[in-house]
């Protein structure tokens, strides 16, 4: 079991950047992959990005791609997400989740994730 808790969810400009991060508990966090959602008002619940157990290899959304970077450091449990450029379309709730599913193709779907923060609202306005 991983524990995820979320932060750095805010208010930003449109062409601004936030600085999202998941703090893990837990003693097997370099072996689970680790993604971040998104849901808006409305909207089903959506892959954003996702990053492998060793941090070797990445998936993003093509709507956020060359904007979104995700990174992780299994030395402190932690995983970010850096949002530049950001755009309206952008505000949502951003979860962290895990996923214990091993495979070469990166986990896609909110089925594929065990454990789920609380999410953190982003709010893009002028």
């Known amino acids: 079991q991983v524990q995820l808790v979320e932060s750095g969810g805010g208010l930003a400009q449109p062409g601004g950047s936030l600085r999202l991060s998941c703090a893990a508990s837990?003693?097997?966090?370099?072996?689970?992959?680790m993604g971040w959602f998104r849901q808006a008002p409305g909207k089903e619940r959506e892959l954003v990005v996702a990053?492998?157990?060793?941090?070797?290899?990445?998936y993003y959304a093509d709507s956020v791609k060359g904007r979104f970077t995700v990174s992780r450091d299994n030395a402190t449990k932690m995983v970010y997400l850096q949002m530049n450029s950001l755009k309206p379309e952008d505000a949502a709730v951003y979860y962290c989740?895990?996923?214990?599913?091993?495979?070469?193709?990166?986990?896609?779907?909110?089925?594929?994730?065990?454990?789920w923060g609380q999410g953190t609202q982003v709010t893009v306005s002028s």
């Open positions: 989740a895990a996923s214990s599913r091993l495979g070469y193709v990166l986990p896609s779907r909110t089925d594929e994730y065990d454990n």
């Open positions: 837990g003693r097997t966090f370099s072996s689970y992959a």
């Open positions: 990053i492998s157990g060793s941090g070797g290899r990445t």
